[in-house]
């Protein structure tokens, strides 16, 4: 016999009014316009810091402000300050930033004038409501450097050749040349140009550790090398003056040549002994009556290839086995949570009356306590649970259990055995009962369930006919 605590038609409803509330969501997003979160832009002084941010919002979204701040990055411990708000399509800069910030787009703002002090993060902070009244927040942050000139550390050009060659990524010996070094916190906004010795000219777009790489190999070029900056790309150096700086160095034809032989020659010579050392450990390997240890390991392996297609026989069917338990969550969203468990304690019935059990057949998240016999929810939304249990009580004994969350009784299961004269006379089957009890019920994050035996003097045999189990239907 079993009695609910939770009737279909209550059930249904509270899954009715959760996911009716649950589907008031804004429609509000960002357009792809403007920096990413978390860039870093740079703009040269007395130039304009343009933050050209938008955000869209649907007929049903409420726009309540839109905030801005900044912080200067470069005073330790310093906070951010509100610099302008924008509500009820009203646009106000603090003091500080009124003659210079504009409002552009949506939820951006440009700066003019900027000089180096107004080098920092600024961030932006969309606030609103959506159609059922829920508070929403959008938030994104640009970091800005404002430069004076050329980036590096005395302002001007310089190329260094590393004494020693270095294997490109084609392999080849090269001789590495540098040009810089920049001071920049990540990549310059542009690129340099090397000039060879012969007049041709590259674009070159490889930067590490604060320089420009050429990688020069055979056929090399003696003679005067040039790094610079195109005239192009002066306005995003900060260079304001009309020059074109740049920075000469002269290759050795004849030295750097030997050099890179030699480079060369070492190179093969470690490849040479590498192979010498191969070449002795598989003549040793013959030495030693290799065809006995190749046929062991032969062996070996065939031993070692059926072991690993048993796991993988054994996996596959572990595997389709939980994929049977879980088809039934196929497709849903967001968290799965369940937990299994078998063969009741002979002792279970404990002061608090909590049945405890001795095998868990699944629990993927912990959830379920195998000691405590109670499993506590991760999440808050609508669970499933399921328990029962067995009595072999002397005649017509009846036991009962609870299906218990928290304090709050929610489903009730009842056993009573037969007669030991309709047991002996099979009218009955056996003098042995299952009691079951299920239910659905809403639970908040941390509250817990476990399965509560009605009468601490009741028996239930410790066998695999108990179980209790339950899964997460639908999280809030």
């Not at 009203?90 to 703002?109: C, E, H, K, R, W």
């Not at 610079?228 to 750097?256: F, M, Q, R, V």
């Not at 290799?290 to 069917?317: P, Y």
């Not at 056993?415 to 009691?435: H, I, L, V």
Request: proline letters at 3%; glycine letters at 8%; a negative charge.
């Amino acid at each position: 016999e079993v009695k609910m605590g939770l009737m279909c038609g209550d059930v249904l409803a509270i899954l009715v009014f959760i996911f009716y509330f649950s589907i008031g969501s804004h429609g509000a997003h960002w357009e792809d316009t403007g920096p990413a979160n978390g860039d870093l832009m740079y703009v040269c002084a007395g130039g304009t810091i343009d933050i050209p941010w938008n955000i869209n919002l649907t007929d049903v979204d409420h726009l309540e402000a839109i905030k801005w701040y900044y912080k200067d990055t470069s005073k330790s411990g310093a906070s951010e300050e509100g610099v302008a708000v924008s509500t009820s399509g009203m646009f106000f800069p603090v003091p500080g930033f009124a003659d210079s910030l504009q409002l552009t787009g949506s939820a951006g703002i440009t700066l003019t004038g900027a000089d180096q002090t107004r080098s920092g993060k600024y961030s932006v902070e969309v606030i609103g409501r959506d159609s059922s009244g829920n508070a929403f927040t959008f938030e994104k942050a640009v970091n800005v450097q404002v430069l004076d000139g050329l980036q590096t550390t005395d302002g001007n050009l310089h190329i260094n050749q590393n004494p020693t060659a270095v294997m490109d990524k084609d392999g080849q010996m090269s001789v590495q040349l540098q040009c810089g070094p920049f001071t920049y916190l990540d990549r310059p906004p542009f690129d340099v140009e090397w000039t060879f010795p012969s007049g041709k000219v590259v674009n070159q777009t490889e930067f590490n550790n604060g320089y420009f790489d050429l990688m020069v190999s055979f056929p090399l070029e003696g003679g005067k090398y040039t790094c610079s900056i195109p005239d192009a790309y002066a306005d995003k150096a900060c260079i304001h003056d009309g020059t074109s700086p740049e920075a000469n160095h002269t290759i050795d034809g004849l030295d750097t040549r030997l050099m890179l032989i030699e480079a060369q020659q070492l190179v093969l010579k470690n490849d040479n002994e590498q192979l010498k050392t191969e070449n002795n450990a598989l003549r040793e390997m013959l030495q030693h009556n290799n065809t006995q240890t190749l046929v062991d390991r032969i062996q070996a392996l065939e031993a070692n290839e059926a072991t690993l297609r048993e796991e993988l026989k054994n996996s596959t069917q572990i595997n389709q086995q939980l994929m049977d338990k879980v088809q039934g969550l196929e497709g849903m969203d967001g968290h799965r949570v369940s937990f299994e468990t078998r063969n009741l304690v002979s002792d279970s019935m404990g002061s608090d009356g909590a049945m405890r059990f001795t095998t868990v057949i699944t629990n993927p998240e912990g959830a379920f306590n195998l000691t405590s016999g109670r499993f506590t929810a991760p999440y808050s939304g609508i669970y499933f649970f399921v328990g029962s249990a067995e009595s072999c009580a002397a005649d017509k004994s009846s036991a009962g259990f609870w299906l218990t969350v928290g304090e709050l009784y929610i489903a009730k299961a009842e056993s009573k055995t037969p007669s030991a004269a309709d047991a002996a006379s099979g009218t009955q089957g056996n003098n042995c009962d299952t009691a079951n009890v299920h239910s659905v019920i809403h639970m908040y994050a941390n509250q817990t369930a476990y399965l509560k035996a009605a009468d601490t003097s009741a028996i239930f045999d410790a066998s695999s006919e108990a179980a209790f189990s339950g899964f997460l239907v639908y999280e809030d």
